[in-house]
């Protein structure tokens, strides 16, 4: 992974910051940054959902830099920021479950998180942009496909009225302060670092875990749901790109994606070609806030990021089991 290049500066004369670092997405954005000689990466992580086996190949490593600490407390963010020049800014209680089971600290972590991060941003005197982690749940009850980052719906979960209030607040930052920021709608990320453990754990490191097992899945629904599922490495493309795009990208949210939507069914029998293995899914209740479908318009972000994913779901997922 992260054999092609998709910056053209040099990485050398630039600070970077990181929250969330040691978790799925900010790991492999660490990754990127160091293996291209960052001059530092700073990241910040409490630990609640990041893990110190993310950053263990990078240990020695005197670019890397190590801040454990709360977005929730304002004082740590404007610490986290101080010599840096960009934000990656990827910290955040993820999960439509767990923000339905305790919509409180989602909100805490999410928005009012958010909000610290904006200010600290609004207050530094080095930061030149941040690029936040938005997410494809803003679409809630929209029906349209593919989706398109000008038209969305309702919220269906608290944690997509957490994001969808990131959006609003960037927007207001901007608008109010100057403060320089663009949103990354991930749709289903997946990749090496995600981990298959926790009640809040994706499907596709569940599903390999299960392989890996022996056991059967169980699929929320009938498994026909559809996911505009998109390997890690794409993510991380876009993140790259849209923190040294051109000055009219910026304000902005937009779709990251593949392009391409299959079903879970569909997704589990890929996965067994993968393995080898051949085991049927057991099927239970459907999952609340969840939507049925989902696929992605990835023009925009092709047009003023620059962006185009080079991993399909196929590969990815023998990436992946590689790894597992």
Request: proline share 4%.
């Amino acid at each position: 992974m992260y054999t092609t290049q998709y910056h053209k500066e040099s990485l050398a004369n630039f600070s970077f910051l990181v929250t969330g670092g040691a978790g799925f997405i900010g790991s492999n954005i660490v990754e990127y940054l160091l293996k291209f000689n960052a001059k530092k990466v700073r990241v910040l992580d409490n630990f609640a959902t990041g893990f110190r086996e993310n950053l263990k190949q990078f240990e020695g490593n005197p670019a890397l830099e190590l801040l454990e600490g709360d977005i929730r407390d304002v004082a740590v963010c404007k610490k986290a920021m101080q010599g840096i020049d960009y934000v990656s800014h990827q910290a955040a209680l993820g999960s439509v479950p767990r923000s339905i089971n305790d919509p409180a600290t989602s909100n805490e972590v999410n928005v009012s998180g958010f909000l610290n991060m904006l200010i600290a941003q609004n207050e530094s005197a080095s930061v030149k942009r941040l690029v936040y982690a938005a997410s494809s749940s803003t679409y809630g009850d929209s029906k349209n496909l593919p989706k398109v980052e000008a038209t969305i719906g309702k919220p269906l979960s608290p944690y997509a009225v957490t994001k969808l209030v990131n959006e609003l607040y960037a927007d207001v930052f901007y608008k109010t302060y100057g403060t320089a920021t663009i949103g990354l709608r991930y749709f289903n990320v997946f990749g090496p670092k995600q981990s298959p453990t926790g009640a809040y754990a994706a499907v596709i490191p569940l599903f390999m875990q299960a392989l890996k097992d022996g056991k059967a899945p169980t699929m929320n629904g009938d498994g026909e749901q559809t996911r505009d599922f998109t390997f890690v490495e794409n993510a991380v493309q876009a993140n790259i790109k849209a923190l040294f795009a051109p000055e009219d990208a910026v304000n902005e949210v937009y779709n990251v994606a593949f392009g391409e939507r299959i079903s879970l069914n569909t997704l589990w029998e890929d996965l067994q070609a993968i393995s080898k293995t051949n085991m049927a899914a057991i099927y239970g209740p459907p999952r609340k806030g969840d939507v049925k479908d989902s696929l992605a318009n990835i023009d925009k972000a092709n047009r003023l990021l620059d962006y185009s994913p080079k991993f399909s779901v196929k590969d990815g997922l023998a990436i992946t089991w590689e790894g597992f």
